[in-house]
Structure formats: structure tokens, C-alpha cells
């Protein structure tokens, strides 16, 4: 189960202008914080760019809010700039989920029995796929609590 496999994969689901697309997100994200007035600037983040939308994430409701009673003006604004045609919507999304490095509690998982591991590790032999017998293996032993 190579990288190689998983890139082929990837290569064949993206659609037309990807990576076109992926380089415009910085240079829309800036946009938006240089064009929305001070205080919303800095609470609005840019989700998602595809053929069908443009998903603008605000970290509050009162400032989805504004940016949905101004979305046909922001709407304008990236037809006028980019030349998108997409429907603008907007969604509410906390600060904490939106920007990266933030430190967010995340309880430490359960440990697995040891009955389950043998039970994965037996299962592996039964299995065919060289590639899922191998991931089960690893998998096996990167849950054993010796």
C-alpha cells in the first residue's frame, strides 16, 4: 500500500483547475480581510472554493449575520475581482475550529485489550490482501500496551 497508489487516487478525484484554485485561496483569504470593515475582518475565514459555492466561515453568529445581509455586495466584490460566478454562502463556525495551532483539549483515547489486539492480529491471517493483511499487523502492534 504505497504513497504512489494514494497519489493516483487523489490525481484521478480532483477536478478540473485544482490547483488553479488552490492558489487563489491566500489572495481570496486577503482579500476578504483587506475589503470587510475592521472588526469582521478578523472573523472571517475562506472554507471552501469549488465550481458550485464560495463557503465563507465566520467565527459568530452576529457576524454571519453581516455577512449575509452584505452577501450580494460580496458577491459582486469576487465577481468584479476573481471573475467567480458561485453562489457566496456563509456558515458559523467557532474561532477554536477555525484557526490552526489553537489548543484544543482532546482526551486521551482508551486502551485497547489485550483480547482485542490478538483478536486483530488473528484476523490478519485470514485476510488475502497483502497490503490490508500488512496494515492490520501494524496496526496490531501499534496498539499493544506491553
Request: overall charge neutral.
Amino acid at each position: 500500500m504505497g504513497a504512489s497508489r494514494i497519489d493516483r487516487l487523489c490525481q484521478s478525484l480532483l477536478p478540473p483547475g485544482f490547483e488553479q484554485l488552490r492558489r487563489k485561496l491566500p489572495e481570496i483569504q486577503r482579500f476578504l480581510e483587506q475589503n470587510l470593515p475592521e472588526p469582521v475582518n478578523q472573523s472571517v475565514t475562506l472554507l471552501n472554493l469549488n465550481r458550485d459555492e464560495i463557503v465563507i466561515a465566520a467565527s459568530t453568529p452576529m457576524v454571519a449575520n453581516y455577512l449575509r445581509l452584505h452577501a450580494g455586495e460580496i458577491q459582486q466584490q469576487l465577481r468584479e475581482t476573481f471573475g467567480f460566478e458561485q453562489p457566496v454562502r456563509f456558515r458559523t463556525l467557532p474561532d477554536s475550529m477555525l484557526r490552526l495551532g489553537t489548543n484544543v483539549f482532546i482526551r486521551k483515547p482508551r486502551s485497547v485489550s489485550k483480547d482485542a489486539v490478538a483478536a486483530i492480529e488473528a484476523g490478519a491471517q485470514w485476510v488475502d490482501d497483502k497490503d490490508l493483511q500488512a496494515a492490520l499487523q501494524s496496526l496490531a502492534q501499534s496498539l499493544k500496551t506491553d
